[in-house]
Nanobody, 116 residues
């Protein structure tokens, strides 16, 4: 199983980015997918997750600004991030929680930096 994130970068406050996660070696359709982030000196935290049924759970800090979505046909998950703030600066990780085993799989992470 491999998860590969892309789309990170440097953006000014108030800007937008779209992160993508491409999965291989596993079909995502029956699994919960999520985005987590880890800022320097802080623990990794959930940003948003989406179940196989499309139910979304998002951190209060990103509600109304970030949107998680999935395309099962393409085996992809996305995170649309709008109205970015400096506090959103972190490494963002794609996660797959396998329904059959409960095992978590992680991507290598992509850096998002929000700065003027």
């Amino acid at each position: 199983v491999e998860l590969v994130e892309s789309g990170g970068g440097l953006v000014q406050p108030g800007g937008s980015l779209r992160l993508s996660c491409a999965a291989s070696g596993i079909t995502i359709s029956r699994n919960t997918m999520g985005w987590y982030r880890q800022a320097p000196g802080k623990q990794r935290e959930l940003v948003a997750s989406i179940t196989s049924a499309g139910r979304v759970n998002a951190a209060d800090s990103v509600k109304g600004r970030f949107t998680i979505s999935r395309d099962n046909a393409k085996n992809m998950v996305y995170l649309q991030m709008n109205s970015l703030k400096p506090d959103d600066t972190a490494v963002y990780y794609c996660n797959l929680n396998a329904w059959a085993s409960g095992r978590d799989y992680w991507g290598q992470g992509t850096q998002v930096t929000v700065s003027s």
